[in-house]
């Protein structure tokens, strides 16, 4: 009888550990497979991959190009079309009085979309030397102006082009909405 009993124990105690075996295994599932899907993100045939936690990749004609919002996030962002010339300037302000960190924000953003646009085949010009304007835009060359102001936005005007933000963050926004826009993400 004693052997009976022990039997009827153990099937008793079996089914609640089955069912929260059950539980425990759909909830690590879903936790992995949530946060697989919370660092990829396809696009219009792109495929952006959060590296780090920090920033977003792409690959693009065999070139990778990071980027520090999913599309996801700044898709929103206004932007009218425009084409982007072979020859482009990138500018700013030379008379504002921006604090240290947003002239660095600014500097390296021209750095990043210098490398970025000579990887699409652009001539880039970060022109330290003369200041350059939106007055000297053509057909085959575009001025890309960074700029800090009370909206966050990217504009274009036939070749001169402003990429905007109402501070730091905005403006590394803009910056890769206009990069988003310049591969054909959106």
């Known amino acids: 009888m004693k052997r009976f009993g022990r039997e009827k124990e153990k099937?008793?105690?079996?089914?609640?550990?089955?069912?929260?075996?059950?539980?425990?295994l759909s909830a690590l599932g879903y936790?992995?497979?949530?946060?697989?899907?919370?660092?990829?993100v396809k696009v219009n045939g792109f495929k952006f991959v959060?590296?780090?936690?920090?920033?977003w990749t792409t690959?693009?004609?065999?070139?990778?190009?990071?980027?520090?919002?999913?599309?996801?996030?700044?898709?929103?962002?206004p932007i009218n079309e425009f084409t982007l010339p072979s020859f482009v300037y990138l500018v700013s302000n030379p008379k504002a009085n921006y604090s240290q960190a947003n002239l660095q924000t600014i500097e390296v953003i021209k750095f990043e979309l210098k490398n970025s646009l000579q990887s699409l085949g652009k001539t880039v010009s970060m022109n330290f030397t003369s200041q350059v304007s939106c007055e000297d835009v053509s057909?085959?060359?575009?001025?890309?102006s960074?700029?800090?102001g009370n909206e966050t936005k990217v504009a274009a005007n036939e070749n001169c082009i402003q990429i905007m933000g109402t501070d730091a963050g905005?403006?590394?926004?803009?910056?890769?909405r206009f990069l988003m826009k310049v591969l054909g993400v959106y």
């Open 11 to 24: 099937k008793n105690i079996a089914i609640p550990l089955f069912i929260i075996a059950i539980m425990v």
């Open 31 to 40: 936790a992995i497979f949530q946060g697989e899907n919370s660092n990829l």
């Open 50 to 55: 959060k590296v780090q936690d920090k920033y």
């Open 59 to 77: 690959k693009f004609q065999g070139a990778s190009y990071m980027f520090y919002f999913s599309p996801e996030d700044i898709k929103e962002l």
């Open 139 to 144: 057909p085959s060359t575009a001025v890309i």
């Open 146 to 148: 960074l700029d800090f």
């Open 170 to 176: 905005k403006l590394v926004a803009a910056r890769d």
